[in-house]
């Protein structure tokens, strides 16, 4: 029954429990089981809160049994990136110099789960201050792909992409400043959003770059990171940058048919892009068509060029955050980390202003261009295959993977621009590692991101796939 329930997706869970096929202490205590047999090999988790856990989930069932239902995720087990406060906890945003600092408020998004009715089970592995680790150098330890641990497993968000890989939780919470969301769930095969700008308050989430942090779901379907974007969306006066935008019923949006949908894709890639990777997007076009979506062909703006812009925002905001944390605690902080906290000393306050000058205007021409005609835009995810650990800590092939942009040159443009973006499972490379593409949209249009992704989970299985370690 334990490997049932822990290969049930979010919602199907949720459904369970209200119906009482299924007792939130059932699933809470597979998916703690199933932690105790996994967690050795991923280091998904940086902390597992077993007895408050268990303690969440009679408490769920008694208010059941007494016809109470607590929200859209009544008693479902969830874990979160390390890096949102809950008030008496310490987070450790993926570094040893945060021990310690108790937390005296929660983070909104956290409270919205909580009002929903969900169970906190653990928080999970992420990189140093959400940037970038190095193989060997991890803080924390290294968190591994479950699909292949001797796989490099790049992205700040590993720890919640390969928890639900693993089936170790039913939904996470991650954070974006270029790809930290989409990457890795990209990489571990699982479904990652990152709402449009404003779409979910960051009150009580770490701080890296105030002008692209953006907080998103992960899961495994895309109805799953509907309900959960659901839950967590909305404005919230503690997040001035919080949008008021109407918040739709993303789960109602699901039914949305294919006919006449717009789906526009690159004539020409922004990067280079692994012959798997262009035959899985293909594969992916063909079977949007089948379900009645009209795909046409387009010329994008430079993605470069918006990567540029993005990466001088990150570098000086990134600076400016961590600046005094740098000066009290730098001899603890890994040397990649030191020098990517730095970078922004070095930039000019002017080509500062003027990225944020362009903002706007680049948006503009971006949606005239792309969504005058469309109503999607599918990009690969992560246009190559990982590299292993070991090619990594080569630092000299390191610094050239990281160089060639091939990481992020997809998924930065858009934290750029603002828009909402969704990663989605569909294909597998020939060494068994998944391949996935990104869907983009218009600003605040994420019901038609995930309709669409709804529909392709409907008529294929590759987000049904289990690692080996199964």
């Known amino acids: ?25 059932q699933a809470v205590t597979a998916c703690l089981d199933r932690i105790d047999a996994w967690q050795p090999r991923i280091n998904a988790f940086v902390a597992i809160s077993r007895e408050e856990a268990l303690a969440s989930a009679r408490h769920a069932d ?6 109470r239902i607590l ?7 969830l874990a979160h990136k390390d890096m949102f406060s809950r008030a008496g906890r310490a987070s450790s945003c993926g570094t040893r110099t945060f021990s310690g600092e108790i937390a ?11 009002t929903a009715g969900a169970i906190e089970i653990g928080t999970l592995n992420m990189t140093e201050l959400a940037g970038f680790d190095t193989p060997g150098e991890e803080p924390l330890g290294a968190c591994h792909n479950p699909w292949n641990t001797q796989k490099f497993n790049p992205g700040s968000s590993y720890g919640p992409a390969s928890a639900l890989a693993a089936r170790l939780t039913f939904g996470s919470l991650g954070s974006c400043t270029g790809g930290s969301i989409r990457i890795p769930a990209a990489a571990c095969g699982v479904v990652g959003l990152k709402p449009t700008s404003g779409r979910v308050s960051r009150h009580g989430a770490l701080t890296r770059s105030w002008s692209l942090d953006t907080i998103g779901p992960m899961a495994r379907t ?4 509907a309900r959960m974007l659901g839950c967590i969306s909305g404005f919230d006066a503690r997040d001035p940058t919080s949008s008021d935008e109407a918040v739709p019923d993303y789960e109602a949006g699901l039914s949305i048919r294919l006919v006449g949908i717009r789906v526009a894709v690159q004539r020409r890639f922004w990067s280079t892009v692994d012959d798997h990777v262009a035959d899985a997007l293909a594969s992916l076009q063909e079977a949007l068509a089948r379900e009645g979506a009209a795909i046409e062909p387009k010329d994008l703006p430079d993605g470069h060029l918006l990567w540029d812009l993005a990466s001088v925002l990150s570098d000086c905001e990134t600076a400016t955050v961590f600046g005094h944390h740098l000066r009290q605690h730098g001899a603890e902080i890994t040397q990649p980390n030191r020098d990517q906290l730095q970078r922004g000393n070095f930039i000019p306050a002017t080509r500062y202003l003027e990225a944020l000058a362009l903002r706007g205007r680049y948006l503009r021409e971006f949606c005239e261009q792309v969504f005058a005609d469309a109503d999607v835009l599918v ?3 992560l246009p190559v295959s990982p590299p292993t650990i070991d090619e990594m800590r080569d630092r000299r092939f390191a610094e050239d993977f990281n160089r060639s942009r091939v990481v992020n040159i997809y998924t930065r443009p858009f934290n750029y621009l603002g828009l909402p973006a969704l990663t989605v499972p569909c294909g597998f490379t020939p060494d068994g590692m998944p391949v996935a593409c990104q869907l983009v949209g218009r600003p605040f249009d994420e019901v038609t991101l995930l309709a669409v992704a709804h529909a392709y989970q409907g008529v294929t299985d590759w987000h049904l796939r289990l690692p080996p370690i199964h």
């Open 1 to 25: 029954m334990t490997g049932d329930i822990t290969s049930s997706g979010l919602c199907e869970l949720a459904d369970a429990i209200k119906q009482r096929r299924i007792s939130s202490y």
């Open 62 to 67: 008694r208010s059941l049994a007494e016809g």
């Open 71 to 77: 929200g859209a995720l009544h008693g479902v087990p």
């Open 104 to 114: 005296s408020e929660t983070a909104t998004v956290l409270q919205r789960l909580d």
């Open 222 to 225: 895309a109805r799953d990171v």
């Open 379 to 381: 990009t690969p995810a």
